[in-house]
C-alpha cells in the first residue's frame, strides 16, 4: 500500500525539522486534565490519525487522538508533553483530523525548560501560541519564533474535545561546543537534528525513516521505492546534524528480502549557500564517499575502509541501484573541529 501523500500546503518547517515530539526519539505525553474519550498518548503517534466506523470501547466512539470529555465546569483541559530533546521550537501541527463536532474551537501552547525531571507548579511556563481558533478535520500550521530552547509543551484546548495529532518541529539542541575533536556521533540520526533533505520517490515508505533511532521494527518501517520500470537509481539526499568526517556506514536492509537494492553508493560534499531545493541537482556531482557496493537481504552492511577520504561534509546523497528498501542509514563520523 502507498503511503499517504505530505499536505502539498504544508509549510517549509514541517520537512526542513525533526517532530520533537515523536515517541520514537522518547517525547512522552507525560499528563492531562482529563482523556475520558481517548488517551494523551494517541496524540503523539506518528502515523496519521485514522478513523474506523463502528468502533467503540468502553467509553464511547473510538477516536485515533487525545479526547476530553464535555465539560461541564469552568476552565479547559490541557497535555503536559515531554519532547524527545531539548530544542528550539520552529512551528506546530495541531491536527484535528476525524474531530468534528468534538473538536476544540481553540487552542494555545506553553512552553518550558526543565534540566531535571517533570515540570513542577513551581515551572514557569511562557505562551509561544497564542489562543489560535481552530476547526474540525483540519491541520493547523503555526509558526514558532522564540529562539530558546525548550524541553516540554503543555497544550492547552479550550474549553474541551480532541486533537488526533500534535507534532512540534525544531531543531534539537546538543552541547556540539563540549564535543571533543575525537568523539562519534551519528552525524544522519534524527535526534541529532539530520534530515532528508529530498528523495526521488517515497512511495512505500519515507526516507525520513532512514534517521529514526533503533533497528526497523517491519518493512513498513523503511524508505522504500516503486518498482524501477525505467533506466536509472533511485536516490535520497540527507543533510547532516553537524559538519562532520564520516569515519563509518551502516546501511541496514532489516526485513526487505524480495525487495532490497541489489547495489548501493553514496556521494558527499561540504555545501555552503543555496537552498535545499538546489541541492538536488548539484548532488548528481558530489564526489563518491562510497563506491558502489553489493546489498544482501535483510542485513546491516557495515562500510569503513571502502571510504573515501573527503574531509568534512555536511550532505550525503545515498543511491539505490536500481530501486528497493532501505531500513536504516547511519553516518558515524567526527565533528569539523
Not at 468502533?55 to 485515533?64: L, P, Q, T, V
Not at 500550521?141 to 530552547?149: G, K, L, N, P, Q
Not at 558527499?268 to 564526489?287: C, K, N, R
Not at 568534512?312 to 536500481?322: A, E, S
Request: hydrophobic share 40%.
Amino acid at each position: 500500500m502507498a503511503i499517504p501523500l505530505l499536505d502539498p500546503n504544508a509549510p517549509d518547517f514541517t520537512r526542513r525539522y525533526v517532530n520533537l515530539a515523536d515517541p520514537r526519539l522518547g517525547a512522552q505525553a507525560l499528563e492531562a486534565s482529563d482523556d475520558f474519550f481517548a488517551p494523551k498518548e494517541r496524540m503523539l503517534n506518528p502515523e496519521p490519525a485514522v478513523f474506523i466506523p463502528g468502533k467503540y470501547d468502553d467509553h464511547g466512539k473510538w477516536m485515533d487522538g487525545w479526547e476530553t470529555r464535555r465539560k461541564r465546569t469552568t476552565g479547559y483541559d490541557w497535555c503536559i508533553v515531554k519532547l524527545a530533546r531539548p530544542g528550539v521550537i520552529k512551528g506546530f501541527d495541531i491536527d484535528t483530523s476525524h474531530f468534528t463536532g468534538n473538536f476544540p474551537p481553540a487552542a494555545s501552547v506553553e512552553a518550558a525548560f526543565v534540566a531535571d525531571g517533570a515540570p513542577t507548579h513551581a515551572t514557569e511556563w511562557v505562551e509561544i501560541v497564542p489562543s489560535t481558533t481552530l476547526q474540525g478535520n483540519s491541520h493547523h500550521y503555526v509558526e514558532a519564533s522564540d529562539a530558546r530552547a525548550f524541553t516540554h509543551l503543555r497544550v492547552n484546548i479550550y474549553p474541551d474535545g480532541g486533537i488526533a495529532r500534535l507534532r512540534v518541529y525544531g531543531q534539537p539542541q546538543l552541547d556540539w561546543a563540549g564535543a571533543s575533536a575525537s568523539e562519534l556521533f551519528d552525524l544522519a540520526a534524527m535526534e541529532n537534528g539530520g534530515y532528508v533533505v529530498a528523495a526521488n520517490n517515497q512511495h512505500f515508505g519515507v526516507a525520513s525513516s532512514l534517521l529514526l533511532p533503533g533497528r526497523g521494527v517491519n518493512m513498513g518501517d523503511g524508505w522504500e521505492t516503486r518498482r524501477r520500470r525505467e533506466p536509472g537509481n533511485d536516490w535520497a539526499i540527507i543533510a547532516l546534524a553537524q559538519p562532520g568526517v564520516i569515519r563509518k556506514i551502516e546501511v541496514d536492509t532489516a526485513f526487505f528480502k524480495g525487495n532490497y537494492p541489489d547495489r548501493c553508493s553514496i556521494q558527499a560534499a561540504y555545501v555552503t549557500g543555496g537552498t535545499d531545493s538546489s541541492l538536488i541537482t548539484q548532488s548528481m556531482f558530489w564526489p563518491a564517499l562510497l563506491g558502489e557496493q553489493k546489498l544482501q537481504m535483510d542485513k546491516q552492511h557495515y562500510f569503513e575502509r571502502e571510504l573515501a577520504s573527503l574531509g568534512p561534509v555536511t550532505h550525503v546523497r545515498l543511491n539505490i541501484i536500481p530501486d528497493g528498501g532501505v531500513s536504516r542509514l547511519r553516518l558515524i563520523g567526527t565533528l569539523d573541529k
